[in-house]
């Protein structure tokens, strides 16, 4: 499992570089685009991924002792926070619609750094946000199936708790380089 | 129990932080991915209870870590030092 989080994490390292080598680019303008995201939200979101991080150890936790309904119901929860944060995005993303930033045409935005910077966005938190959806299907079915689990045998929620906890870390990454740099 | 809460507050402190400093108008992307590193470290180490594995699978960790890190790098040193006159 450790070693398909690492092909995880080569895969989205291909869009930092991406976003390193045009940063280095293109420099002010690029930087410049960031300002248009509500660092607040993407604040808010970061606790929201954390929180159900903790969501998920705790169930774990809750699975080594044998309370199979406090698993279930944080599992539940931990899904819960995925939606939210997803509803978020959604939110943001219609902001950036509003605006006449889609992925791939810009109607505001002119100078090549700050299409650049957008394009990378969209990309880096779509790729993020379909890890949300896919670790959210994984603790969904955690939770239907949580009487599986046991103080003995817990591996299953032990991977899929790795893998979310993964999806966490990568945004961890990915607020401060698209919401807080200037 | 205890460990998961507050490493649940450490992170959420330093989330608070990093807005902190981000408000203060004094970001540097050095400190805001150092901040980032630690956060990531933390979820890493006890979140993913890499602290209680074996080393093979701290291995993987710190090589990927590595990876990541001396890509961006080169890639960094190789854009900035191109002449495109």
């Known amino acids: ?182 | 129990m205890p460990r998961y809460l507050w490493t649940w507050t450490a992170l959420l402190l330093l989330t608070f932080l990093s807005v902190g400093i981000w408000s203060l108008g004094q970001t540097s992307i050095g400190v805001a991915l150092a901040i980032a590193s630690v956060k990531g470290g933390l979820v890493t180490l006890y979140f993913m209870h890499l602290v209680e594995q074996r080393f093979a699978n701290r291995l993987v960790v710190l090589v990927s870590a590595l990876v990541v890190l001396v890509l961006v790098l080169l890639v960094i040193a190789d854009v900035a030092l191109r002449r495109t006159t």
């Open chain 1, 1 to 182: 499992m450790w070693l398909f989080l690492g092909s995880e994490v080569l895969l989205f390292s291909g869009l930092f570089v991406l976003y390193a080598a045009y940063r280095v680019t293109y420099g002010l303008d690029f930087v410049r685009a960031a300002q248009q995201n509500d660092a607040l939200l993407g604040a808010t979101n970061t606790v929201v991924l954390i929180t159900s991080s903790l969501t998920v150890a705790l169930s774990l936790h809750a699975a080594r002792i044998g309370k199979t309904r406090t698993v279930r119901l944080l599992l539940v929860l931990s899904c819960l926070l995925g939606l939210l944060f997803l509803g978020n995005k959604a939110i943001e993303y219609r902001h950036h619609f509003a605006q006449g930033i889609y992925p791939g045409r810009h109607a505001r935005v002119s100078s090549p750094g700050e299409r650049l910077f957008f394009t990378l966005y969209y990309l880096m938190t779509g790729l993020h946000g379909m890890h949300v959806l896919a670790g959210m299907l994984i603790l969904g079915t955690l939770a239907i199936y949580a009487q599986s689990q046991t103080p003995e045998h817990h591996i299953t929620l032990e991977l899929g708790g790795l893998y979310w906890h993964l999806v966490d870390v990568i945004w961890i990454f990915l607020w401060p380089l698209l919401y807080l740099v200037r």
